[in-house]
């Protein structure tokens, strides 16, 4: 499995807008669906946004739907996710991951099996 490096992240001020990316390699990428997901502190894991292998097709949580964008550029193996209006609320560590498991919705974590270390978004008010 190829490794998933997020970058991207930091303190931003409310209001804000951000683009976190998630840089992988090879056919990860291209053969897979990928996803965001968020934790908290004292949280658990939050489902964000899932895209489909080619891009086509994308789901956002309905907790950010107003305000986030997931995109993936195969070329380039990197996957991005958007987030304008930022809220202190959004302050979390972000994840990126690769769908492979299908017995599990897009928006369980149980669908994802290669994970990103996270990276820290904080959102000052």
């Known amino acids: 499995q190829a490794q998933l490096k997020e970058s991207g992240g930091g303190l931003v001020q409310a209001g804000d807008s951000m683009r976190i990316s998630c840089a992988g390699s090879?056919?990860?990428?291209?053969?897979?669906?990928m996803g965001w997901f968020r934790q908290a502190p004292g949280k658990e894991r939050e489902f964000i946004a899932h895209i489909s292998a080619r891009g086509g097709t994308y789901t956002i949580a309905d907790s950010v739907r107003s305000r986030a964008t997931i995109s993936k550029d195969n070329t380039k193996s990197t996957l991005y996710l958007q987030l304008n209006s930022l809220e202190p609320e959004d302050t979390a560590v972000y994840y990126c991951?690769?769908?492979?498991?299908?017995?599990?919705?897009?928006?369980?974590?149980?669908?994802?099996?290669?994970w990103g270390q996270g990276i820290q978004v904080t959102v000052s008010s």
């Open positions: 090879g056919s990860d990428f291209r053969e897979h669906g």
């Open positions: 991951a690769v769908r492979r498991n299908f017995r599990y919705n897009y928006d369980n974590e149980g669908a994802y099996d290669n």
